[in-house]
């Protein structure tokens, strides 16, 4: 309804979690580089545990997670905890592609899920579960968790365990009867709320993923939006969703902090503790649907193969996709920039600079990448993951290079394979601008600044890299999902140079 309104190209503050949208604050990283830890070695065959209040990210951190679990990792994933300590097993045992009879007892059902993590762990793999919603699981299924790591060979754990679930998860793990599995939790996370300015660069993160050159909510909006959230992101979602709904109607060009105040109060936000039990059922049912929603994609795109595309586009997806899986994908790109070989560019893609190529992976949507303007290696996740080259997106049509053939695949055909991931390769020198740099090339990045949407940059166009340049490249990072050190290395010039520059399409491949 608003999207047009607002100049976005899809809705900003969806509460499904589709990670084109994902902003980490330095806590969700942290969170997220526990999970990691838990799916490697580091684990050590213990507990990781995850809590977090409803709707902090935990749902979507766990579909991160596993877009980054290693390829020798065999991941059984439990969404619905509220299982007896057999169907349990019969659930591990399906993700690990064991076949199981139903007649199978919890005696035969342990001894086949024994024999089929030794034979993972014999192929050098390594086996997950990871259980959400921990906190529903009863003592008794809790018992049988626990005497899931006793499995082990003489030197090894056999299951790493990752449990997420609210905060009633760490109160039912300190009741003295579960001590034993206590113990051997190895890495614990409590996911906070986001604060104040994480709660800003959040909504103007989503903005921009969404496509609008400009954030419609007004300072002190966007401050009352935090304080009536408090933090939670599924509920700064909501509100948001709820006020740019108010704003259309009024057809208010700002949206402001009593638009924010009246969409919260819509959402039984209210202060009273019966406002907030409301809020609190309605978000438990959402968080329910929400995982019921997600839980096919994210068990479909780990174990089957989706129904093939309309008989429209099957040549192209089924040469497209075979050739991806058959072939280097670097041997495509390469093809775009002369005197360069399909090792050069790999190279360039796995060390981030080499040959005077800089490759870096982004995360982004499609505006994002008509903003780049720059050819694209797009990481494909089913039926199977791979690459291919994008070209360019021509409306609502990408033009794809796969097998050495172009072709033109609808968008939407792309959504259903591709989760944001990309590589984006160009020629840069490895150029490095820091504070205390003088000369043209800051110049040039000042003069670039100034076109920023957003927030322009008010200096002096003098070239000199002062810390208030510094301090504004660091909060374009920020805005931008690039690494914050207020160093304008050549990803950041990219991305600078795209975004802010005046004449789209160009950009300087020399320095």
Request: with cysteine; net charge negative.
């Given at each position: 309804?608003y999207e047009?309104?607002?100049?976005?190209?899809?809705?900003?503050?969806?509460?499904?979690?589709?990670?084109?949208?994902?902003?980490?604050?330095p806590?969700?990283?942290?969170?997220?580089?526990?999970?990691?830890?838990?799916?490697?070695?580091?684990?050590?065959?213990?507990?990781?545990?995850?809590?977090?209040?409803?709707?902090?990210?935990?749902?979507?951190?766990?579909?991160?997670?596993?877009?980054?679990?290693?390829?020798?990792?065999?991941?059984?994933?439990?969404?619905?905890?509220?299982?007896?300590?057999?169907?349990?097993?019969?659930?591990?045992?399906?993700?690990?592609?064991?076949?199981?009879?139903?007649?199978?007892?919890h005696?035969?059902?342990?001894?086949?899920?024994?024999?089929?993590?030794?034979?993972?762990?014999?192929?050098?793999?390594?086996?997950?579960?990871?259980?959400?919603?921990?906190?529903?699981?009863?003592?008794?299924?809790?018992?049988?968790?626990?005497?899931?790591?006793?499995?082990?060979?003489?030197?090894?754990?056999?299951?790493?365990?990752?449990?997420?679930?609210?905060?009633?998860?760490?109160?039912?793990?300190?009741?003295?009867?579960?001590?034993?599995?206590?113990?051997?939790?190895?890495?614990?996370?409590?996911?906070?709320?986001?604060?104040?300015?994480?709660?800003?660069?959040?909504?103007?993160?989503?903005?921009?993923?969404a496509?609008?050159?400009?954030?419609?909510?007004?300072?002190?909006?966007?401050?009352?939006?935090?304080?009536?959230?408090?933090?939670?992101?599924?509920l700064?979602?909501?509100?948001?969703?709820?006020?740019?709904?108010?704003?259309?109607?009024?057809e208010?060009?700002?949206?402001?902090?009593?638009?924010?105040?009246?969409?919260?109060?819509?959402?039984?936000?209210?202060?009273?503790?019966?406002?907030?039990?409301?809020?609190?059922?309605?978000?438990?049912?959402?968080?329910?649907?929400?995982?019921?929603?997600?839980?096919?994609?994210?068990?479909?795109?780990?174990?089957?193969?989706?129904?093939?595309?309309?008989?429209?586009?099957?040549?192209?997806w089924?040469?497209?996709?075979?050739?991806?899986?058959?072939?280097?994908?670097?041997?495509?790109?390469?093809?775009?920039?002369?005197?360069?070989?399909?090792?050069?560019?790999?190279?360039?893609?796995?060390?981030?600079?080499?040959?005077?190529?800089?490759?870096?992976?982004?995360?982004?949507?499609?505006?994002?990448?008509?903003?780049?303007?720059?050819?694209?290696?797009?990481?494909?996740t089913?039926?199977?993951?791979?690459?291919?080259?994008?070209?360019?997106?021509?409306?609502?049509?990408?033009?794809?290079?796969?097998?050495?053939?172009?072709?033109?695949?609808?968008?939407?055909?792309?959504?259903?394979?591709?989760?944001?991931?990309?590589?984006?390769?160009?020629?840069?020198?490895?150029?490095?601008?820091?504070?205390?740099?003088?000369?043209?090339?800051?110049?040039?990045?000042?003069?670039?600044?100034?076109?920023?949407?957003?927030?322009?940059?008010?200096?002096?166009?003098?070239?000199?890299?002062?810390?208030?340049?510094?301090?504004?490249?660091?909060?374009?990072?920020?805005?931008?999902?690039?690494?914050?050190?207020?160093?304008?290395?050549?990803?950041?010039?990219?991305?600078?140079?795209?975004v802010?520059?005046?004449?789209?399409?160009?950009?300087?491949?020399t320095?």
């Amino acid at each position: 309804m608003y999207e047009q309104f607002y100049g976005f190209e899809e809705r900003p503050f969806s509460i499904t979690p589709d990670p084109r949208f994902v902003y980490l604050s330095p806590r969700h990283q942290d969170a997220l580089a526990h999970l990691l830890y838990g799916v490697g070695r580091g684990g050590s065959g213990g507990f990781v545990q995850l809590t977090g209040e409803v709707g902090t990210g935990k749902t979507t951190l766990c579909r991160l997670m596993l877009e980054q679990v290693p390829e020798n990792a065999r991941i059984a994933l439990v969404l619905n905890p509220m299982l007896e300590p057999r169907e349990l097993l019969r659930a591990i045992c399906r993700d690990l592609e064991i076949e199981v009879d139903s007649s199978d007892g919890h005696e035969a059902l342990g001894q086949k899920l024994n024999e089929r993590l030794l034979e993972i762990h014999a192929a050098g793999e390594r086996a997950v579960l990871i259980i959400d919603e921990a906190q529903n699981m009863s003592r008794e299924t809790l018992e049988q968790v626990r005497l899931l790591t006793n499995l082990e060979t003489a030197t090894d754990k056999l299951l790493q365990i990752i449990l997420l679930g609210q905060p009633e998860l760490r109160e039912l793990l300190s009741r003295p009867s579960l001590r034993q599995l206590a113990q051997r939790i190895t890495a614990r996370y409590h996911l906070a709320p986001l604060q104040k300015q994480e709660t800003v660069e959040y909504v103007r993160h989503r903005i921009r993923i969404a496509g609008a050159q400009r954030c419609p909510f007004s300072a002190a909006a966007l401050k009352t939006l935090h304080h009536v959230s408090g933090g939670v992101p599924r509920l700064i979602n909501i509100i948001a969703d709820r006020a740019l709904m108010a704003g259309y109607a009024r057809e208010a060009d700002r949206i402001t902090p009593a638009m924010v105040r009246r969409a919260a109060a819509e959402v039984s936000l209210g202060e009273s503790d019966g406002g907030r039990r409301a809020l609190t059922a309605t978000l438990a049912v959402a968080a329910v649907l929400v995982v019921l929603a997600i839980s096919g994609s994210v068990i479909w795109s780990l174990n089957r193969v989706p129904e093939e595309p309309p008989d429209s586009v099957q040549p192209v997806w089924r040469q497209m996709l075979e050739q991806s899986a058959r072939e280097s994908p670097w041997r495509e790109l390469a093809t775009l920039f002369p005197e360069s070989s399909a090792a050069q560019v790999e190279r360039a893609c796995n060390e981030g600079l080499a040959d005077g190529l800089a490759c870096h992976r982004l995360r982004g949507n499609w505006a994002f990448l008509r903003q780049l303007d720059q050819p694209v290696l797009l990481r494909l996740t089913r039926p199977r993951e791979g690459r291919v080259v994008v070209l360019e997106i021509e409306g609502a049509d990408a033009l794809v290079r796969a097998a050495g053939q172009d072709f033109r695949v609808p968008l939407r055909q792309l959504d259903e394979r591709w989760l944001g991931d990309f590589d984006v390769l160009w020629r840069d020198s490895g150029e490095i601008l820091q504070q205390g740099d003088r000369g043209e090339p800051v110049e040039h990045l000042q003069r670039l600044a100034v076109h920023d949407v957003e927030q322009p940059w008010a200096g002096a166009l003098d070239g000199d890299y002062s810390a208030d340049f510094a301090r504004w490249l660091r909060q374009f990072q920020r805005r931008h999902g690039l690494a914050v050190d207020g160093v304008a290395g050549p990803v950041t010039r990219l991305v600078l140079e795209r975004v802010n520059s005046t004449e789209p399409g160009a950009i300087d491949q020399t320095d």
